[in-house]
């Protein structure tokens, strides 16, 4: 079946998001070289199939127009909720579950399956194959039949079912029912099958598709990137990061512990997951395990030959001879990879981001981002450039106060109003003498 017009609109509308097509195929790549059933698990709430259908269809047929396959669970809750309330069937929770009779347990087969149909259908709309996997995959046992009833735990994942469906080329759409001995059906906790999922298929991206779009901080702004290496504690520590968010941490943590160092969480909306899997900038809340970013003020500490080959690497460039030895930096910012880094130098009248570098199997991992945020933290104020046709000026853009054209240079600044004083050292940074061989 050919991509719908809406399904295409989504393309045109994520290629015109990109600053050049480079972007777009590194991130497809490296997505492209596990196996499909590796790509993705994505979680769907139940107020997402409610308000969000439309949206959420065109983003899963839009993964599949470009060769991705992902592992779809969605939920049901508030559906199940009004289902209840009109059946007469009261129901409660203990420790966050739902306790679930044998009437409740109708009422939820008949949600999820229900809800799970619209959505099947919905990506069929759309030109994309969709198969439905209401039962048999997740595979549990009761957790406690007296405390809670028809609820399961997930014991397996009958990943054959999940792999054949992939093979077939369609996207498997699973729900939260488990099959208990002897084919009872019990509900299952969409956290705890979800955990399930990430434990047996081991995925690149682990993505929840939520209203709001992010994990917001005290201000309610979206926090772009969460590196649990450094940033755990730390924000588990804050006041504000309490009840659902400090839930939902907790449990984005236990994910990531069961999954490779390579897989990461995002969670975004349905209208941006495009721009949160294919964008540097991305769209949401990007976290990883992550690396711990080390600071540097001693030039002498860093390992020289790995921070030059990190910034010949990422540039695709070399590095005019001598000039690791004849520049000097105020600080300097390196995961303990490096893989990812900023150099800093103090240029007398304003600091100067001399380089920001960053592996491009390591652009996709919210390095950069950490990197950046770790950095720009101890120096609100400060100018770069970058070669106008560079690929990575849209992630500049966002993050820049202003910028103008100098020549070959695009160059930008980070915290300064004063123009006269901006135009000063615009041309200052224009006139620098190159870095690399083929500037």
Same mark, same amino acid.
């Given at each position: 079946?050919?991509?719908?017009?809406?399904?295409?609109?989504?393309?045109?509308?994520?290629?015109?998001?990109?600053?050049?097509?480079?972007?777009?195929?590194?991130?497809?790549?490296?997505?492209?070289?596990?196996?499909?059933?590796?790509?993705?698990?994505?979680?769907?709430?139940?107020?997402?199939?409610?308000?969000?259908?439309?949206?959420?269809?065109?983003?899963?047929?839009?993964?599949?127009?470009?060769?991705?396959?992902?592992?779809?669970?969605?939920?049901?809750?508030?559906?199940?909720?009004?289902?209840?309330?009109?059946?007469?069937?009261?129901?409660?929770?203990?420790?966050?579950?739902?306790?679930?009779?044998?009437?409740?347990?109708?009422?939820?087969?008949?949600?999820?399956?229900?809800?799970?149909?619209?959505?099947?259908?919905?990506?069929?709309?759309?030109?994309?194959?969709?198969?439905?996997?209401?039962?048999?995959? &997740?595979?549990?046992?009761?957790?406690?039949?007296?405390?809670?009833?028809? @609820?399961?735990?997930?014991?397996?994942?009958?990943?054959?079912?999940?792999?054949?469906?992939?093979?077939?080329?369609?996207?498997?759409?699973?729900?939260?029912?488990?099959?208990?001995?002897?084919?009872?059906?019990?509900?299952?906790?969409?956290?705890?099958?979800?955990?399930?999922? %990430?434990?047996?298929?081991?995925?690149?991206?682990? &993505?929840?598709?939520?209203? @709001?779009?992010?994990?917001?901080?005290?201000?309610?702004?979206?926090?772009?990137?969460?590196?649990?290496?450094?940033?755990?504690?730390?924000?588990?520590?804050?006041?504000?990061?309490?009840?659902?968010?400090?839930?939902?941490?907790?449990?984005?943590?236990?994910?990531?512990?069961?999954?490779?160092?390579?897989?990461? %969480?995002?969670?975004?909306?349905?209208?941006?997951?495009?721009?949160?899997?294919?964008?540097?900038?991305?769209?949401?809340?990007?976290?990883?395990?992550?690396? @711990?970013?080390?600071?540097?003020?001693?030039?002498?500490?860093?390992?020289?030959?790995?921070?030059?080959?990190?910034?010949?690497?990422?540039?695709?460039?070399?590095? @005019?001879?001598?000039?690791?030895?004849?520049?000097?930096?105020?600080?300097?910012?390196?995961?303990?990879?490096?893989?990812?880094?900023?150099?800093?130098?103090?240029?007398?009248?304003?600091?100067?981001?001399?380089?920001?570098?960053?592996?491009?199997?390591?652009?996709?991992?919210?390095?950069?981002?950490?990197?950046?945020?770790?950095?720009?933290?101890?120096?609100?104020?400060?100018?770069?450039?970058?070669?106008?046709?560079?690929?990575?000026?849209?992630?500049?853009?966002?993050?820049?106060?202003?910028? %103008?054209?100098?020549?070959?240079?695009?160059?930008?600044?980070?915290?300064?109003?004063?123009?006269?004083?901006?135009?000063?050292?615009?041309?200052?940074?224009?006139?620098?003498?190159?870095?690399?061989?083929?500037?």
């Amino acid at each position: 079946m050919a991509p719908t017009s809406s399904t295409r609109q989504t393309i045109v509308q994520l290629l015109s998001n990109m600053s050049d097509g480079k972007e777009i195929r590194s991130y497809l790549q490296r997505f492209s070289e596990v196996d499909q059933s590796r790509f993705a698990v994505i979680k769907i709430g139940g107020a997402i199939l409610r308000e969000q259908l439309e949206e959420t269809a065109g983003a899963l047929a839009f993964l599949h127009t470009v060769g991705l396959t992902p592992i779809v669970l969605h939920g049901g809750g508030p559906q199940l909720d009004e289902t209840l309330a009109e059946r007469g069937i009261k129901t409660e929770k203990i420790d966050g579950l739902r306790v679930t009779p044998a009437g409740a347990l109708d009422a939820a087969r008949d949600v999820f399956i229900g809800e799970n149909l619209r959505l099947v259908d919905a990506i069929r709309k759309q030109g994309v194959a969709a198969h439905s996997l209401t039962t048999g995959a &997740i595979e549990a046992d009761y957790l406690d039949r007296d405390k809670y009833g028809y @609820v399961g735990a997930p014991t397996g994942v009958r990943l054959g079912l999940i792999q054949s469906i992939v093979n077939s080329g369609a996207i498997p759409i699973l729900t939260c029912l488990g099959l208990a001995p002897g084919g009872q059906l019990v509900n299952v906790n969409a956290d705890s099958a979800t955990r399930a999922l %990430v434990h047996a298929l081991q995925p690149m991206k682990i &993505i929840f598709l939520a209203g @709001v779009g992010g994990l917001l901080d005290t201000a309610g702004d979206v926090i772009h990137s969460i590196n649990l290496a450094s940033d755990y504690e730390e924000l588990m520590a804050q006041g504000w990061v309490k009840d659902g968010m400090r839930l939902k941490l907790g449990e984005i943590k236990r994910l990531l512990d069961d999954a490779p160092l390579s897989s990461s %969480v995002s969670i975004t909306t349905p209208s941006g997951l495009v721009r949160e899997l294919f964008t540097h900038g991305g769209s949401g809340t990007l976290i990883r395990k992550g690396e @711990v970013i080390i600071k540097y003020e001693d030039k002498a500490e860093i390992d020289g030959d790995r921070a030059v080959a990190l910034i010949e690497n990422a540039f695709d460039q070399q590095l @005019v001879e001598d000039w690791w030895q004849n520049t000097d930096f105020t600080a300097t910012y390196i995961s303990d990879s490096y893989r990812a880094s900023a150099f800093l130098s103090d240029m007398g009248n304003f600091t100067y981001l001399d380089k920001f570098a960053v592996l491009e199997d390591a652009r996709g991992e919210g390095l950069a981002r950490t990197v950046w945020r770790r950095f720009t933290a101890d120096h609100p104020s400060f100018f770069w450039r970058s070669r106008t046709a560079n690929g990575f000026n849209a992630f500049y853009g966002g993050e820049a106060d202003g910028s %103008v054209k100098q020549g070959p240079w695009t160059i930008f600044w980070k915290g300064e109003t004063d123009f006269a004083r901006i135009a000063k050292i615009v041309d200052q940074i224009a006139a620098m003498p190159p870095s690399f061989t083929g500037d």
